[in-house]
Every structure is written in structure tokens, then in C-alpha cells.
């Protein structure tokens, strides 16, 4: 406790809470300092310690391939989405299905099970995202034969408009650097995207 310079408890459970309110969002340390009350420096070092811990991962954004990165902040994911759905206060399905944060739990959980599929690849994978002004993939996977872009999307028929984010940036960086795109849905069967 000494070295995470927890004074309060108190403190540092509301930090926990608000981290899990951002899991599959942007990183914004400043702004979970304000929410939470304590400075910056407390917040990059209980963040720190809760990578170092295996309870939240990072994922970094792409680099298209001409050029510097699109955004320079990562994206945050609690490794355990049942950890993150009960600091939410989500404990029944019902619950969940109703939350605001249902899309984001459910990216934080297509992001563990990529994860784990990006590790067990060979080489091992760091599963990236994309994002610029118009265009967004939740995953991108840079494997030899081609980029694999993966978008999550909560409900069980995604919107076109979806499915278009992803062809978008298949145009922007060309069709011969993509291997394969997928969305990541709640759909019960395997479905072509068209």
C-alpha cells in the first residue's frame, strides 16, 4: 500500500470503479484523477500497478503503413470482465442487458479471447486498434499474410453502418494488406459480412 500511496481505501476503490467505466475506451489518466479526486501522479502509478498486476491491459493503437500512429493514447480493458461487470454493479444478465456499459463489457471481453488467440500465434501478436477522424477497427491483428481487422459490436445483427467502418479502412490502406475482417457479435451462427 506505501508504494501505491494508498491513504484511502476509499480512494482507490472509486479509481478502480471509474477505470472499469472506461474499459474498451481511450485512456484519459487526467480525467479519472479529476473524477476520483487524487493527483496525476497517483493515478499513473495505481494504473502502472494494475498492468503490472494482470488486472487491466493496454491496447496500443495501429500504425498504418505509411506513416505515424493515428492516436496516441491506448485503450483500457480489465483482463476479467466479470471483475469489471461487478465493480459496474452488474450482477444478473438482466442487469447487464440493460446496463450502458453492455457494449463495452462486451469489447473488453472480445478483447480478452483475442488476446489470448493473438499470444498463442506464431510469432505471438499484439493485438493493436485503429482509429482516426472517419474510420475505427476495435482490433487489428498484424499477422504475416495481412492485417486481420475485427470490430465488436454488443447487439446480435450489426448495423451496416458497422460492417462499413471496417471497409473503410480496408480502402484507406488497400485490400492486398488485408487477410481477413470479422465483426465479433452476438449473432448464434457464422455469417458472411456483405
Not at 484523477?33 to 488486472?55: F, H, K, N
Not at 442487469?95 to 479471447?113: G, I, M, N, R
Not at 473503410?168 to 465483426?183: F, Q, S
Request: aromatic share 6%.
Amino acid at each position: 500500500p506505501e508504494q501505491l500511496r494508498v491513504d484511502s481505501v476509499h480512494a482507490f476503490e472509486q479509481f478502480l470503479r471509474a477505470v472499469a467505466r472506461r474499459s474498451g475506451r481511450m485512456l484519459n489518466k487526467a480525467e479519472i484523477a479529476r473524477e476520483v479526486g487524487i493527483v496525476g501522479s497517483t493515478a499513473a502509478i495505481w494504473l502502472d500497478t494494475l498492468v503490472e498486476a494482470g488486472i487491466v491491459s493496454l491496447g496500443r493503437p495501429g500504425r498504418p503503413p505509411q506513416g505515424r500512429p493515428l492516436v496516441k493514447a491506448p485503450k483500457i480493458y480489465f483482463r476479467d470482465t466479470g471483475l469489471c461487470a461487478h465493480l459496474l454493479g452488474i450482477r444478473t444478465a438482466e442487469a447487464l442487458a440493460a446496463s450502458p456499459q453492455a457494449a463495452a463489457l462486451w469489447e473488453t471481453c472480445v478483447f480478452a479471447a483475442v488476446r489470448r488467440l493473438a499470444a498463442m500465434a506464431t510469432p505471438p501478436v499484439e493485438p493493436l486498434f485503429w482509429r482516426d477522424r472517419t474510420k475505427e477497427a476495435d482490433f487489428v491483428l498484424p499477422p504475416a499474410r495481412g492485417l486481420v481487422l475485427l470490430a465488436a459490436a454488443w447487439s446480435e445483427f450489426p448495423a451496416r453502418v458497422d460492417i462499413r467502418r471496417l471497409l473503410r479502412i480496408r480502402e484507406a490502406i488497400g485490400p492486398e494488406a488485408i487477410a481477413c475482417m470479422a465483426m465479433a457479435c452476438r449473432t448464434p451462427t457464422t455469417q458472411a459480412l456483405r
